[in-house]
């Protein structure tokens, strides 16, 4: 008779299959990478199925809220700029000042800046996909019902957002910037009104 492996502990083996459905795990999530629009369909409805469950069960809205909250954020930073030529130019500034301008000389007009998301189209989805997963299986445990009057909560999330948006659509009309492009948003040339 064979033996597995005598000499292998209980936590290897626990680790061994934990790389393998991580493995199996990864190799699926590179194969959805190209179906950038059914990924999100998918993403869309599984919200749909978490936003009805709260709306069936009257409950839950913490948990609904906290998720908006996070989304909030995870598409903020998909909006954001990686590299923010605001503050770069704040840099710049601070440097000539301080006589430490290092490195040569350029003009912005013949620079060719490519544009880099903070967080990249799939890394969003993929937080986004798991985050409502996680808020999905949440409003099936009571301990996660906590009682709130929920039309504040809603106001609260609606002030965030107004503000939270004023900043990027101020953004994005001073640069000229396309965010839904996927991959391909560029910056233009800033009005010198």
Known sequence: ????????????????????LQRQYQAY???????????????????????????????WYIVAYALGIYLLNLFLAFLQPKFDPSV?????????????????????????????????????????????AIGFVCSWFEVFNVPVFW??????????FVLTMRKQIQHMIKY???????GKAKYGKASTS
């Open 1 to 20: 008779m064979e033996s597995l492996n005598e000499e292998q502990t209980p936590f290897a083996a626990v680790t061994a299959q934990t790389s393998k």
């Open 29 to 59: 999530l590179d194969k959805s990478t190209p179906f950038v629009t059914y990924r999100w369909i998918g993403t869309a409805a599984l919200l749909m199925i978490f936003f009805l469950r709260v709306f069936v069960a009257q409950g």
């Open 88 to 132: 770069e130019a704040l840099d710049s500034s601070m440097d000539m000042e301080d006589g430490s301008a290092g490195g040569l000389p350029t003009k912005q007009d013949e620079e060719f800046r490519p544009f880099i998301r903070r967080l990249p189209e799939f890394k969003f989805w993929h937080a986004a996909t798991r985050a409502v």
């Open 151 to 160: 039309p504040v909560l809603v106001m609260y999330w609606i002030i965030l």
């Open 176 to 182: 000229k910037y396309v965010p839904f492009s996927f």
